[in-house]
């Protein structure tokens, strides 16, 4: 019996996906590449245009320099420092987080970010997907998957914006395929396309 071109492509497609699965290449979740380049630039900016007004007040020698032809007054100054020194304090670890979050999700565990060490696969007690949504800021709580381990709670977190899902899902199925016990959930299950195994007491080491 012969099979037509869709047949032999549908036969490719298994076959890559099955290579996936087996052979799932390592997941480097991060900032998007603009965001990671162009935000420390911009962020810099606004803390140097913070740091400038910190500067005339020095030069001047008055701590109402910067807002006293703005009619604002002593509160309206005050305000206006507590801003400025907020701005001043949380702008350089923004940008740090945007130059050095990285973490990276193997077939042997999680290399977690921000200088929080390794997480070997038997230490990852929960894979779970979240959908897009939430009670609060519900736009900008992206679909995800989560990973948990008991002792250290979150430690690795995936979006589409921040790696490459199709490989993201390959490895977490790939994690399933060897401990199926970090998938709890039918809805998890669903999307990495895997059996929901009740119980699960032991690893699969074949």
């Known amino acids: ?3 037509g071109p869709s ?3 549908g036969g490719v497609e298994d076959m890559e996906q099955q290579d996936r699965d087996s052979h799932p290449a390592p997941v ?3 900032p998007p590449g603009w965001m990671r380049w162009f935000g420390p630039i911009l962020l810099l900016g606004v803390w140097l245009a913070m740091m400038s007004v910190v500067v005339f007040a020095f030069r001047e020698r008055d701590w109402m320099a910067p807002v006293r032809d703005s009619g604002l007054g002593v509160v309206g100054a005050i305000v206006g420092w507590v801003i400025v020194l907020f701005f001043l304090l949380i702008l350089p670890p923004s ?3 945007l130059l050095t979050y990285r973490s990276v999700l193997d077939v042997n565990g999680v290399e977690a970010p921000f200088g929080r060490g390794r997480f070997d696969l038997p230490e990852i007690e929960t894979v779970r997907w979240v959908p897009q949504g939430g ?4 736009a900008n709580r992206p679909e995800r998957f989560e990973v948990l381990s008991e002792a ?3 430690i690795a977190r995936v979006t589409r914006a921040e790696a490459d899902w199709d490989a993201a899902v390959a490895m977490l199925r790939h994690w399933a395929s060897i401990r199926p016990q970090v998938v709890r959930d039918e809805s998890t299950a669903a999307v990495l396309g895997v059996e929901l ?3 699960a007491g032991h690893d699969r080491l074949d």
């Open 1 to 3: 019996m012969t099979h």
């Open 7 to 9: 047949g032999r492509l």
């Open 28 to 30: 480097i979740i991060g």
């Open 95 to 97: 940008i740090k987080v």
């Open 135 to 138: 009670p609060v800021n519900a």
């Open 152 to 154: 250290s709670g979150l």
């Open 197 to 199: 195994v009740s119980n």
